[in-house]
C-alpha cells in the first residue's frame, strides 16, 4: 500500500527567507504531483514531476523528485505574503490512476 | 484545458434527506473520475473511482448504500449522499485527468452542511 509523508506539517516563516517540504513515498510511484490549497477553496495544480532528477520551477516555487529515495521537495525562495497557503503532495499508485495524498503542510509566511 | 465544474458549491440540508453533487469535464472526456472527502484542517481521502458505464470503486470503509455515485457519461459523475447525517457533513472535492502526464484537475469542491 502506497502511504505518503509530508514534513513539517506545518511551516511559519518570515518573508524573504527559504525553506524546503519534503515529502517521502513508501512504494515506487509513476508521478508525484504538488498541490496548494487556499482555505475554503479546492486544489490548484502546481506541479508534475514524472522522472528520477526531474526538477520544474514556477516563480519562488522549485519542486523535485528523486524516484531512488522516494523523495520529492518543494523548495521556496524568498518567501511573500502571497504563498501562504497548505500544501499537499501526491504520488500516483503504481500502474493505476490512484492518488495518494501526503498530510499537507501549512505554510504562513509572516511579513 | 482541462476544465472540471463541480456543483453546488456549497449545500445545507436537514438530516434523512439525500443530496446529490455533480462533476463535469468541461472540456475533455473523462473515464474515470475521484471523488475525495476532506474534514477541516486535514488531508484529501479518496472515496471512490467513478467509472464511466460500470459500478464504482469504493475505497474500504466508505458505505456504497450511503455514497452513490453514477458515472453515466463520459463527462458527468454524480456523487448522492442518501438520507444525510451531520457527520457526513464535509467538503467533498471531485477530479478527472485526460492525461495523467499532466496531472489531475480537481473540481471547486462542494461543502456540505447537514443540520
Known amino acids: 500500500e502506497l502511504k505518503v509523508e509530508q514534513n513539517p506539517l506545518f511551516l511559519s516563516m518570515q518573508e524573504g527567507k527559504n525553506y524546503t517540504i519534503y515529502c517521502n513515498y513508501s512504494?515506487?510511484?509513476?508521478?508525484l504531483y504538488w498541490y496548494r490549497q487556499d482555505p475554503g477553496k479546492s486544489l490548484e495544480s502546481l506541479f508534475v514531476?514524472?522522472?528520477?532528477?526531474a526538477v520544474k520551477q514556477e516563480g519562488r516555487l522549485m519542486a523535485s523528485l528523486d524516484t531512488k529515495a522516494r523523495l520529492s521537495t518543494l523548495h521556496i525562495t524568498a518567501a511573500v505574503h502571497d504563498l501562504s497557503a497548505t500544501y499537499f503532495c501526491a504520488a500516483d499508485n503504481f500502474g493505476n490512476e490512484k492518488l495518494t495524498f501526503g498530510t499537507g503542510t501549512r505554510l504562513t509566511i509572516i511579513p | 484545458g482541462a476544465v472540471v465544474s463541480q456543483h453546488p458549491s456549497w449545500v445545507i440540508c436537514k438530516s434523512g434527506t439525500s443530496v446529490k453533487i455533480e462533476c463535469r469535464s468541461l472540456?475533455?472526456?473523462?473515464?474515470?473520475m475521484f471523488w475525495y472527502r476532506q474534514f477541516p484542517k486535514q488531508s484529501l481521502m479518496l472515496m471512490a473511482t467513478?467509472?464511466?458505464?460500470?459500478?464504482?470503486?469504493?475505497e474500504q470503509g466508505v458505505e456504497k448504500d450511503k455514497f452513490l455515485i453514477n458515472h453515466a457519461s463520459l463527462t458527468l459523475s454524480t456523487l448522492t449522499v442518501t438520507s444525510a447525517h451531520p457527520e457526513d457533513s464535509s467538503f467533498y472535492i471531485c477530479?478527472?485527468?485526460?492525461?495523467?502526464?499532466?496531472?489531475?484537475?480537481f473540481g471547486s469542491g462542494t461543502r456540505l452542511t447537514v443540520v
Open positions: 512504494t515506487t510511484s509513476d508521478r
Open positions: 472540456d475533455f472526456q473523462a473515464t474515470t
Open positions: 477530479s478527472a485527468s485526460w492525461d495523467r502526464d499532466y496531472g489531475y484537475t
Open positions: 514531476l514524472l522522472s528520477n532528477g
Open positions: 467513478s467509472n464511466e458505464g460500470s459500478k464504482a470503486t469504493y
